[in-house]
């Protein structure tokens, strides 16, 4: 009975997936399908039965794994960041955990002695979020990022922050800066979400920090960027703390239904990982 929950269940991740992708256009540029392969401690959802998972808060991951009807003997252990959890697993304190697959590339695995098991079918494109009653600015950055996916703009950022140099790597110079006269564009992010958007000491910078500072200069407009937990991003939407999200976001139906999305420049997989195993 447990096995046949979880291929209905499984069945309907896939299709909560196809729902994602159907609703815009895919950016197919993931640079990061293929790992090193490693000897798995777990192929697939049902080996994690009896174990601990670790997941980031809030995360579409979250809703998943956090289903105890499908996933009865599953402990849930939830982290604010990306990084948390991946320093849990190396310590031993979790037994694994599910993430965004780049975002494991970017932390280098290997070097703390960590491992890909597998990556879930599927995956879910990524876009910004707007309130629903903001159409003119989600209107304006979809003019964008068409843009610069037909300039190549897009598939070049990718490429730089998703590069083996991810620790030296910094956000190209933005002379136009100076001339935005626009009223600031506020824009709610993840503090620690490598290499989407992360601090260093000399300020912001990643992937979706370099999109939206291209995308106020589009709109002549100075962008504040303000650093959340991912369950924190769409709260401070809804409350107009922010005016928009770029924060790796999934498009799900049930998200849909309370923000307004842009078209996708980004099109994500997940993947469980533990300790390498010899």
């Not at 896939?14 to 990061?32: E, Y």
């Not at 503090?191 to 939206?212: A, V």
């Not at 999934?250 to 990982?273: A, E, Q, W």
């Amino acid at each position: 009975m447990k096995n046949k929950r979880l291929q209905i269940f499984r069945s309907l991740f896939l299709l909560l997936t196809a729902v994602g992708m159907l609703a815009v256009t895919s950016c197919n540029n993931n640079p990061t399908e293929e790992l090193p392969a490693t000897v798995a401690a777990y192929t697939n959802l049902e080996d994690l039965d009896g174990h601990t998972v670790g997941v980031v808060t809030g995360s579409t991951m979250d809703m998943m794994m956090g289903d105890t009807v499908n996933f009865p003997n599953i402990t849930l252990v939830r982290f604010d960041t990306p990084s948390k959890l991946i320093n849990s697993v190396e310590k031993g304190e979790t037994d694994c955990g599910i993430v965004d697959t780049i975002q494991l590339l970017a932390h280098k695995l290997p070097k703390h002695g960590l491992a890909i098991d597998f990556t879930l079918s599927g995956g879910f494109d990524v876009a910004a979020a707007f309130n629903l009653n903001d159409k003119k600015l989600c209107e304006q950055f979809n003019d964008f990022i068409i843009q610069v996916k037909s300039d190549g703009t897009l598939d070049s950022m990718l490429a730089h922050w998703t590069s083996e140099r991810i620790d030296t790597v910094n956000l190209p110079a933005f002379p136009e800066l100076e001339d935005l006269k626009g009223h600031p564009l506020e824009v709610a992010t993840l503090s620690d979400n490598m290499p989407f958007s992360f601090y260093r000491k000399n300020g912001w910078i990643g992937f979706e920090i370099e999109l939206i500072t291209q995308f106020g200069v589009f709109i002549n407009r100075p962008v504040h960027f303000s650093g959340y937990n991912f369950d924190e991003v769409l709260p401070a939407l809804l409350s107009h703390k922010a005016d928009m999200v770029a924060a790796n976001l999934f498009i799900t139906p049930d998200r849909s239904k309370r923000v307004l999305y842009s078209n996708p420049y980004y099109f994500c997989k997940t993947s469980c990982f533990s300790k390498a195993r010899e």
